[in-house]
């Protein structure tokens, strides 16, 4: 047993946690207990922050000073803008401008000194706030446009689109935005998350932590998808072709489905149910029911061919980039945002963790050669 060996982790267990729980053979997510749709349609982003990082929902008094100390560190440092402008020049894309970015953050911190674990909430606050400025401004230079410097009045998903546009948002594209960050802020120990905890366990300090988990987020099996629907939907539109066609052909050449399938869900993600009724929602108000139309037909033909039932169903990613595409955020900014959201879940996971730590240090099976001869580099 001691010898077993469990390929990608998958099913180990590694630690315990109060943070959240996937259930995926009813499709059920919570965090702290509290059901992923009642926090969605009822807490802001700062309220699931708060539960994350303190262990209970804010009072209203609670949530003010917490809101207001997250908001008073959103700017950042000229420095850091810089850079910025300089990773947008030479063409970076935005993950790994966010990730030079997010590990530059820490010489500007004036906890850089103390201790780590002591620290980790304190600078991950100011990790938290800092991202969405970093991101507004890259993509903004990108653009050929001046950074908008945060509005300390503005909610966290308020700021962040204020800060991209340079306009401040409508009541919903910042609900609908608010939103999208509380669904996608934590998710057990995925990929990422468990990242991020094997550099916090070492001590190191959590700007390491998150840069890492920057970097593991970034990858086309963990955070790319989202990318993915969007592009497949942008590619019918662009070729006139029927949605269930795409499909068809898809499976046809042995290609997945991007936004189907999960490792834990067998049924439709909680998150997805919760985005396909507000992408709904969004194409009714504004009457363009483009990417509504497609995403419906092909979960129509998908469930008809019994790939629903076989489990492979909608995850979050299938109905979050048309969401974003209705916010108009460009497509590369879409993993972005996810770490933007995720960020919260990473610090959570760290602190909770470096609460009872233990250096996180497993083992391979050795399956290399024995006693092999050393031969000096001239005789080789
Ligand atoms: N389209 C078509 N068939 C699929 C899909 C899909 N999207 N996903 C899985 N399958 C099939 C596989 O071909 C495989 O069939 P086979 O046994 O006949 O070869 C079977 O389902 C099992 O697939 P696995 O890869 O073993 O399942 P795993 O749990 O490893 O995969 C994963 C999960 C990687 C998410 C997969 O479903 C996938 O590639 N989906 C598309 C990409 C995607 O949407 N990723 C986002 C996940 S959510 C997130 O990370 C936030």
Redesign the pocket.
């Known amino acids: 047993m001691a010898d077993e060996l469990k390929r990608g982790l998958e099913g180990v267990l590694v630690a315990e946690s109060d943070l959240s729980y996937v259930d995926g053979e009813v499709g059920k997510l919570v965090y702290r207990g509290y059901d992923i749709e009642d926090l969605a349609r009822g807490a802001s982003y700062e309220e699931v922050l708060y539960l994350l990082w303190h262990g209970s929902l804010p009072t209203a008094a609670e949530l003010d000073a917490f809101a207001a100390d997250l908001a008073a560190e959103r700017e950042v440092d000229d420095d850091v803008i810089e850079t910025v402008r300089a990773l947008a020049g030479a063409g970076e894309r935005p993950m790994a401008a966010l990730r030079t970015a997010t590990s530059m953050l820490s010489a500007y911190d004036p906890d850089d000194e103390a201790d780590a674990g002591e620290a980790t909430l304190r600078q991950g606050r100011r990790i938290t706030a800092k991202i969405p400025t970093v991101l507004a401004a890259f993509e903004r230079v990108r653009q050929g446009e001046e950074p908008v410097a945060p509005d300390p009045d503005l909610s966290h998903a308020g700021n962040f689109l204020y800060m991209l546009t340079g306009t401040e948002p409508d009541d919903v594209s910042e609900e609908t935005f608010d939103m999208a960050l509380t669904l996608h802020a934590d998710?057990g120990l995925?990929a990422s998350t468990f990242t991020a905890m094997v550099i916090g366990s070492t001590m190191a300090d959590v700007y390491s932590g998150v840069t890492g988990g920057i970097g593991a987020l970034s990858g086309p099996?963990?955070?790319g998808?989202n990318q993915?629907?969007m592009e497949v939907l942008h590619e019918v539109d662009a070729s006139s072709k029927d949605p269930v066609q795409w499909v068809k052909d898809a499976?046809d050449d042995g290609r997945?489905?991007?936004?189907?399938?999960?490792?834990v869900y067998k049924v439709k993600?909680p998150r997805a149910n919760i985005l396909e009724e507000k992408l709904r929602d969004l194409a009714e108000s504004s009457g363009d029911t483009k990417w509504l139309d497609y995403t419906t037909a092909i979960e129509e033909y998908l469930t008809e061919q019994g790939?629903v039932e076989?489990g492979?169903a909608p995850?979050?990613?299938?109905y979050s980039g048309s969401v974003y595409d209705s916010l108009g955020i460009p497509v590369d900014m879409y993993t972005p945002i996810f770490a933007m959201s995720r960020v919260g879940g990473w610090i959570a996971h760290v602190a909770e963790y470096q609460e009872d730590n233990r250096l996180i240090r497993p083992r391979a099976r050795y399956t290399g050669p024995e006693d092999s001869e050393f031969v000096p580099l001239d005789e080789r």
């Open positions: 998710h995925n099996l963990h955070g998808a993915d629907v499976r997945r489905v991007p936004g189907f399938g999960h490792r993600d790939l076989e492979i995850n979050v990613d299938f």
